[in-house]
């Protein structure tokens, strides 16, 4: 259906050109970009099927893109047409009437872009469609800024993200103990990685304990390995281990082997590799790994691409993306071999 409309791609606004870069190298320089907004971009000409885009998006080939939607129609935003007349446009895009359709609406600034959402869960409805903002094979997606509206169609299996332009929005509970949890969450449920109960999990750089207390959630016991302190919320916990000493250190001494490792350790893409490499003998095999890789410097695109040349030595590299949740930093998964 859709293969010859123009692709809408979300991106970090510091990140956009990097993403634009990615596109250009991985399906050739006449594919012609512009920006529509700050962290949006619009494949005018000779756009890749989305799918395609979004298996490389999905294995790590592009980093710097989070969200991807086909664009169906645009209209300057005092010129859109009732919602009834959106309802049957977005209906002719589809090869069959669905019974459910996900809305998710976003605006070039913080905003949620509501009206919209409630216009369209309206005309649709009046359809005989179930709306919901999330978890439908279908998402049609409403930017709003102040020069246009755009709508776009896409099924969510391309989309890369199940959330308004990849904007996941997390709850903030009172028990949270760092900002770094939303990472690691956003992680485990954007790539849907299933952490099996029970397991044995290593954090390396945990302090103040925000990745711990997450994977306490998903029922992992925890050795949490940071010369820093950990909330002392976490004190209680019989199943964290707090570890104050430096990954180096650790290694030298540790007999536990771990199902699952995360690092969000403050220290340079390929360094952090490199300690990715030093845990895998404590590691089962087909272990899981979730490592943050920070740090622009002068090229964060190549970094990142060094960093991932040194995980790939040992580890299956699944996914690699700068997430919603992530600053100057991309988000890998991988597998140890
Ligand atoms: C961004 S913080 C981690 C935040 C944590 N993920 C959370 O959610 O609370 C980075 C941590 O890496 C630790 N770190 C840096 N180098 C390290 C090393 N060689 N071994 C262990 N920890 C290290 C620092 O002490 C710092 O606490």
Redesign the pocket.
């Given at each position: 259906m859709l293969a010859t409309a123009p692709v809408l791609f979300s991106a970090d606004r510091d990140s956009y050109e990097l993403a634009v870069r990615e596109i250009r190298e991985e399906f050739g320089r006449e594919v012609r970009i512009e920006r529509v907004s700050a962290d949006l971009g619009r494949i005018t000409d000779n756009a890749p099927p989305v799918a395609d885009l979004a298996a490389a998006c999905d294995t790590g080939r592009i980093v710097f893109v989070r969200h991807l939607t086909v664009e169906i129609a645009s209209f300057p935003p005092d010129d859109v047409p009732p919602a009834h007349e959106l309802a049957e446009l977005i209906l002719a895009e589809l090869p069959k009437h669905p019974q459910a359709l996900a809305v998710q609406t976003w605006t070039d600034g913080a905003g949620t872009g509501g009206t919209y959402y409630h216009l369209l869960d309206e005309a649709l409805g009046a359809r005989g469609i179930a709306v919901s903002r999330a978890e439908q094979d279908v998402v049609v997606s409403c930017f709003v800024s102040q020069r246009q509206v755009l709508i776009g169609l896409n099924r969510l299996a391309d989309s890369l993200a199940d959330w308004p332009g990849g904007r996941m929005r997390l709850a903030r509970s009172d028990d949270r103990?760092?900002r770094?949890?939303f990472k690691l969450e956003e992680a485990i449920r954007t790539f849907h990685l299933g952490l099996k109960p029970g397991g044995k999990g290593l954090d390396?750089?945990?302090?103040?304990?925000?990745?711990t207390r997450i994977l306490r959630q998903y029922e992992q016991e925890v050795w949490s390995?940071?010369?820093?302190a950990l909330d002392p919320r976490l004190d209680s916990d019989r199943r964290i281990h707090h570890v104050a000493t430096?990954?180096?250190e650790f290694f030298r001494r540790n007999d536990v082997r771990f199902d699952v490792v995360v690092n969000?350790?403050?220290?340079d893409q390929v360094m952090s590799a490199r300690v990715m490499l030093d845990a895998v003998p404590h590691l089962r095999r087909g272990a899981l790994a979730v490592v943050t890789l920070k740090g622009g410097g002068r090229n964060p695109l190549d970094a990142a691409r060094r960093g991932m040349d040194v995980l790939a030595k040992e580890y299956d590299v699944l996914h690699a993306r700068q997430l919603h949740h992530n600053r100057r930093e991309i988000t890998v998964v991988a597998r140890a071999r």
């Open positions: 103990v760092s770094s949890e390396l750089g945990a302090s103040p304990g925000g990745w390995v940071d010369p820093g430096t990954a180096g969000d350790m403050r220290m």
